[in-house]
Every structure is written in C-alpha cells, then in structure tokens.
C-alpha cells in the first residue's frame, strides 16, 4: 500500500508568494484531514472533507487558505500570500468514516518555510 | 470546549525503567480516544483506539487504558527505539470525523 502521499516534501518560499500543497489519499478512504503542525500550537485540525465536500474548515487561519477536493484521489491546501508565521509541517490524513471512531492514516507532512 | 491536555511534555527514561504517559480530556460525549506515536520528520503513526471507560490494549511493551477522565500509555522496559513523541486525540461524537490532539509527550529512552 502506498499510502498518503504529499507533496512537496519541503517547500521554501518567500513572503507573498502563492504556496500550494498536495495530497493523495489511500484509495477507498472517504474523509480527508488537513493538518498543521508547529511547536507552540501541536498538531491543530484545519479542514476536513467527507466525500469530498468540505465539511469543516473552522480551523482554517484565515482567508488566504483554501482547500479543494476535486476528487476522491486528490486535495489541495493554497496559501495566497504566504506570511513567515505560516511556517509549519502540514500533514494531510485520511480514512473511512463511519460510526465507530475511524483511525486516520497520515501522510509524511510537508516542511514549508516562508522567508 | 473539547480539550486534550499531555503529561508530561518530555520525560527521560533509562533502558528498562517503565513509566505512565498521561493523556487527560474534556470531551462532549467521547466517540474514541486514539494515541499514536511520532518520529522526527514523520507523520504521526497509529498504535491504539479506546471506546469506553475499562477498555485496555497493548501492544509489545505498550499499554493503553481509558477511564472517563483520562488515559494512560504505560511503558514497561522501554528500549531506546521507543523513542518518539507520543500522541492523544479524541473523537467527539457531535465534532464528525475531526479529532483533537494533545500536544504531545516527547520521550527519550537511553542505553
């Protein structure tokens, strides 16, 4: 199994730029998470889609973040303009929801560094 | 407001000492509790769900048990490829899918 794929594996960019993330789920998997992950902040919750609606994006910092799920097999994470404070390890999950609690299945994370 | 607080933040072990890693929660209504196990660079790695209070599982040298106010991930003889931090979440049953994550306890077993 391949498993969640993301990519870039590390990402640098400067201020103002247009970053994009990608992800693929496990095939078969109906929820998709986007995750970030700093320091001061652990891991905290931004989006959540259900067979590829978006369900919650609470959790989404503000405006120049958007998530889309065109399909069951691919998401994206845009950050437009990028700020340094948004410099983090973005993680996307998945897994089959359902009743009982569904473990989540996470990527290898994204490093991205905004100068 | 759901909330997962770990302790402690770090905790430093010799090869063979056990120990209790502490995962407490506030939760409406708690769906499951989940921990998992990170390694620098990595995302996290599932290792158990609990459902109800009185539930246990293990797995090689860990153990996971759940009351209605906290969990613990008990490590007995811990080698120094136990180390990684360790993650709580739960599951809420009116927050859908979404989980909540402690920030982690970071431990580091040495020879």
């Known amino acids: 199994d391949a498993g969640v794929i993301q990519s870039p594996r590390h990402e640098v960019t400067e201020m103002g730029q247009e970053v994009t993330l990608r992800c693929k789920p496990i095939?078969?998997?109906?929820?998709l998470f986007w995750y970030r992950q700093t320091m001061m902040r652990g891991l905290e919750l931004l989006i959540y889609f259900n067979n590829n609606v978006p369900i919650d994006d609470s959790g989404m910092p503000e405006d120049r973040f958007s998530a889309k799920m065109p399909n069951a097999s691919f998401s994206t994470l845009k950050i437009q303009p990028s700020e340094p404070r948004d410099s983090a390890v973005y993680f996307c999950?998945?897994?089959?929801?359902?009743?009982?609690?569904?473990?989540?299945?996470f990527g290898p994370g994204t490093r991205l560094t905004v100068l | 407001e759901d909330q997962v607080t770990q302790s402690p933040e770090a905790l430093r072990l010799q090869e063979g000492e056990s120990s209790s890693l502490n995962c407490s929660y506030t939760?409406?209504?708690?769906?499951?509790l989940f921990w998992y196990r990170q390694d620098p660079g990595k995302g996290p790695e599932f290792l158990f769900t609990?459902?109800?209070a009185g539930e246990e599982k293990e797995k090689e040298r860990l153990k996971a048990t759940l009351t209605k106010k906290e969990s613990f991930l008990h490590i007995t003889a811990p080698k120094p490829e136990d180390s990684a931090t360790y993650l709580c979440a739960v599951q809420a049953n009116q927050a859908g899918t979404a989980l909540i994550f402690g920030k982690g306890t970071t431990l580091s077993v040495s020879s």
């Open positions: 999950a998945s897994t089959v929801s359902g009743r009982l609690a569904a473990k989540q299945f």
């Open positions: 939760v409406s209504g708690l769906r499951g």
């Open positions: 095939s078969g998997h109906n929820s």
């Open positions: 609990l459902y109800s």
